[in-house]
């Protein structure tokens, strides 16, 4: 009957289409249940599926489901031989009826499945990863958010080799088959979308626990690993049971099911997934203990496991109606992230970590071709859309939204969303609707938050009259030009203010919330009967970039008396930024406010040692490149390297002290045993900027003393910039005591490709060659060519030679994995930041790329996007 097929692989058919927000219309059809059968094999599994379909609305549209290399062998229509047709990947089926049970048959083979969407093999297992698109690579189905179904599911696989079966929801029987095989059935008795389906099959083991619940439900918990990684899983553990505590206590969410699991694999394109019960990991956010994991290691594998979990209400109980949405679920999971780990340790610490990641990742995305709105208005391929404008700034806003209608209503907020979307698809204005109407608040003029790419960048200045005790503020706001969006309207930006005391230090009156939302502004302070220096943007409460007018005296000033720990960081990175971008540009400089307020901070005995550390680091390179006109990676490297050689000298005795004080034991995880080794590590770190071959043995003897990989990795990362005997020794032995740990072995590459040194791009290109390296594994790729595009003076170096070996990886990845190879596109998209020659280099390989014959539609985007 069903013969009109068309070839599947047709390499003249456009498939690279943009999907446009606007366009968006409700299914044709819905999939209120499914029932999925899989005969598990690495090289070929079968996956039958019965779906019963419900036509939606009066139309008579045939059925259309998305498949991505699928064949169909059988396609049943009530269980009769039904017509069909494929239609480039999807299958397009005649569904006569308003109902109908739809049974497909595909094969696929998992071991070949080399980019890690759908079902693929990792170290021996067996798993899947679907979001955003990679269901249809499993068998063919409605692949999108808006389509909820009920699944049933029963896998079989060889018991030898694969004992555990896992997949969402309950596990309802199982039993022995013929051959040596077994099998499982589960069911998930909640609706979800197709993108958080899950299974796994391998020979894992478990750290079981359990969870009782707010309203006393005892829920069973695993971790589900390798044997032998079984001892660094306790971590995770701990921070899986916090992560539920504190849902319920701080947004009144409670966990749905009986049993919770997690699966840690070492392939995957992303930190973790949220599917319904069953999260999967990559390693990296699961497995620790101190000998092989840094505290900022366990720091993130909390955040991580934090993160998933949250997702079970934002996101998996409410999901978003279209991929455009995405914000919704993990800006919002994001925000939750970060507030559960404000909450672990330090506030004010987790605060300027969030700010050096929005800095780091979104800001110079906001300022280059690949801009894009929270919400964006088109895509190519949704996968390129995982960003951090989508993610952090995302947070950012739903940070402003709760700052602007306080805890109290915008908790009455996320209650009245997660009540009235329940089991449902929603989007970034219902959700803010939600806060609306909760509050009482008309929140509308927030929403172009939503829709306007780029970072606004907000002036200040203060004048002040003694006579008059009248203080006042002037701001400004411009947000420049972005593609598709020649002209912006102001935004609304809600910023925390204050006046500080220039002679007292004392704050003037109370903290204000200035809603700055026009293109210029005067407010006015009275009774300020002192000279006022301005606190503004205070916790950072707006993702914006500021240009205040205060000098030297005013931000030493600051950075020892400002009320907020926020803003007294942010005084000391403005106090070096203004040094830096002065130095590179070859202006002459005073570091005396600087050095004053360094030795001020460091003797400081209110504040945290973890604290401390954040505020004597000096900005990356990359950042502040990013404030420059144009980016001249030469005369900042060497500006930066010269104040830390300043700084180091003048404060010598001081960092002496520190890097000489007792170090905490390396199984002391407490707040301030992590802030101590950091303290520690920042101090080597200056030390040896002022003499190399004293930095040098320091750091080799902070090596082979230490008992934690905190401070041992602390040591090599200063080690790998200075040229010595013991660089190579360290490197060395290194290697040699972890080889046999992947996660470590990660760390040595990525160490390297961070040195800071003119060879690096040698060592890159030779260690792309070692035998440990593969380009198939994202974590060792992310190592060496992520952290290599991302060593700014290195990468940039002049004759455009790290430019051609970026493009050299992310074409031969692109063969394998496209979602990765289009990670690695936007540093070069940066073209425009440099000068002629630099631009001229970068934008070659761009056309490269741009050229090349059977190119993915992800690498595709993201080069001729960042073509412009
Ligand atoms: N939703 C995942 C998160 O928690 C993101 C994710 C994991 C992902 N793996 C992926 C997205 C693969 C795209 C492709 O943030
Ligand atoms: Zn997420």
Redesign the pocket.
């Known amino acids: 009957m069903a013969d009109v097929r068309m070839t599947a692989e047709n390499p003249q058919n456009p498939t690279h289409q943009e999907i446009r927000r606007l366009d968006y219309r409700p299914p044709d059809w819905l999939v209120p249940e499914v029932e999925l059968d899989f005969d598990l094999d690495p090289e070929s599994t079968t996956v039958r599926a019965r779906l019963h379909v419900r036509r939606n609305g009066d139309h008579d549209r045939p059925l259309r489901l998305d498949g991505d290399g699928l064949t169909p062998v059988t396609v049943k229509v009530d269980g009769m031989d039904a017509q069909w047709q494929l239609d480039g990947a999807a299958l397009v089926v005649v569904v006569p009826a308003g109902e109908a049970v739809v049974e497909t048959e595909v094969r696929i083979d998992p071991a070949a499945n080399t980019q890690l969407m759908g079902l693929y093999a990792s170290g021996g297992m067996l798993c899947t990863q679907c979001e955003a698109e990679g269901f249809r690579r499993i068998t063919f189905f409605p692949d999108r958010p808006d389509v909820l179904s009920k699944y049933r599911v029963r896998m079989a696989a060889d018991r030898q080799r694969f004992p555990v079966l896992l997949t969402n929801g309950n596990p309802l029987r199982s039993g022995e088959a013929e051959g040596g095989r077994h099998w499982a059935e589960w069911e998930d008795p909640f609706l979800k979308p197709c993108y958080l389906f899950a299974l796994v099959a391998g020979d894992l083991k478990a750290n079981s626990d359990s969870f009782t619940t707010m309203s006393g439900r005892k829920v069973a918990l695993n971790i589900w690993v390798r044997e032998a990684d079984l001892p660094r899983t306790a971590h995770a553990m701990a921070a899986l049971k916090a992560s539920m505590r504190w849902d319920e206590e701080v947004y009144g969410r409670e966990y749905d099911l009986d049993l919770f699991n997690i699966v840690a694999v070492s392939d995957f394109n992303m930190g973790a997934m ?1 599917n319904k019960g069953l999260n999967i990991f990559n390693t990296a956010y699961i497995l620790a203990d101190p000998d092989t994991a840094t505290d900022a290691d366990f720091d993130n594998i909390a955040r991580v496991v934090a ?2 979990y949250f ?1 079970n209400w934002s ?1 998996n109980r409410v999901t978003c109606r279209d991929w455009f949405q995405l914000s919704l ?2 800006g919002f ?2 925000f939750r992230d970060q507030g559960f780990s404000a909450d672990m340790g330090s506030a004010a610490v987790q605060r300027i970590d969030d700010v050096k990641v929005l800095r780091a990742a979104q800001f110079p995305e906001d300022q280059g071709p690949l801009a894009h709105p929270v919400r964006p208005d088109g895509y190519l391929e949704i996968s390129n859309f995982y960003t951090a404008t989508i ?1 952090n700034k995302g947070a950012e806003l739903i940070r402003m939204l709760r700052t602007v209608l306080g805890a109290d209503k915008f908790r009455a907020g996320t209650d009245l969303y997660f009540e009235r979307h329940d089991g449902e698809v929603a989007t970034c204005d219902d959700f803010v609707r939600a806060l609306e109407d909760a509050s009482g608040v008309d929140l509308s003029a927030f929403k172009i938050w939503y829709g306007q790419a780029g970072t606004p960048l907000v002036g200040a200045r203060l004048d002040h009259d003694l006579a008059s005790g009248r203080a006042t503020l002037h701001l400004t706001q411009t947000v420049k030009p972005t593609p598709g969006q020649p002209v912006k309207a102001p935004m609304p930006i809600p910023l925390r203010t204050a006046l500080i005391g220039a002679d007292s230090g004392a704050q003037i009156g109370e903290e204000q919330l200035i809603i700055f939302d026009r293109p210029e502004q005067s407010i006015a302070f009275d009774d300020v009967r002192e000279r006022p220096l301005l606190s503004i943007n205070r916790g950072f409460s707006a993702p914006v970039v500021m240009a205040v007018d205060r000098d030297g005296d005013a931000l030493e000033r600051l950075a020892q008396s400002d009320t907020d720990p926020f803003a007294r960081y942010e005084a000391m990175q403005e106090l070096m930024l203004q040094l830096l971008i002065a130095g590179s540009r070859g202006e002459p400089t005073d570091s005396a406010p600087l050095i004053r307020a360094m030795a001020e901070t460091l003797k400081s005995n209110s504040l945290d040692p973890a604290l401390k550390a954040d505020a004597i680091m000096l900005p990356t390179e990359a950042v502040i490149g990013d404030r420059m006109e144009q980016v001249d990676p030469d005369a900042i490297h060497a500006a930066r390297e010269s104040l830390r050689a300043d700084l180091a000298i003048a404060l010598r005795t001081d960092l002496l002290a520190l890097h000489a004080a007792s170090a905490p034991g390396g199984s002391d995880l407490s707040p301030e045993a992590k802030g101590a080794r950091k303290l520690r590590n920042g101090a080597l770190s200056y030390l040896a900027a002022a003499d190399s071959a004293d930095g040098a043995r320091r750091a080799k003897q902070q090596f082979d003393s230490a008992d934690n990989m905190t401070a041992r990795q602390g040591a090599l990362a200063v080690l790998v910039s200075l040229d010595s005997e013991e660089r190579e020794q360290a490197l060395g032995s290194f290697y040699t005591r972890f080889e046999a740990e992947p996660l470590v072995i990660d760390k040595w590459f990525a160490l390297q490709a961070m040195a800071q040194r003119p060879e690096t791009l040698d060592d890159v290109e030779r260690l792309a060659r070692h035998p440990a390296f593969t380009i198939a594994n994202p974590n060792r790729l992310r190592a060496l060519v992520g952290t290599f595009s991302a060593n700014q003076w290195a990468f940039h170096a002049a004759g455009g030679r790290g430019y051609r070996f970026l493009a050299d990886m992310i074409l031969a990845v692109d063969k394998l994995n496209p979602q990765m190879a289009a990670r690695f596109i936007p540093q070069l998209g940066r073209w425009r930041r440099f000068d002629e020659q630099r631009q001229a280099l970068m934008r070659a390989q761009l056309e490269r790329i741009v050229g090349t014959p059977g190119l993915s539609k992800d690498a595709f985007e993201q080069a001729s996007k960042s073509l412009g």
Do not use: D, M, R
């Open positions: 949220e993160h998933e997702h996101g679920k993990e999971t994001v993610y």
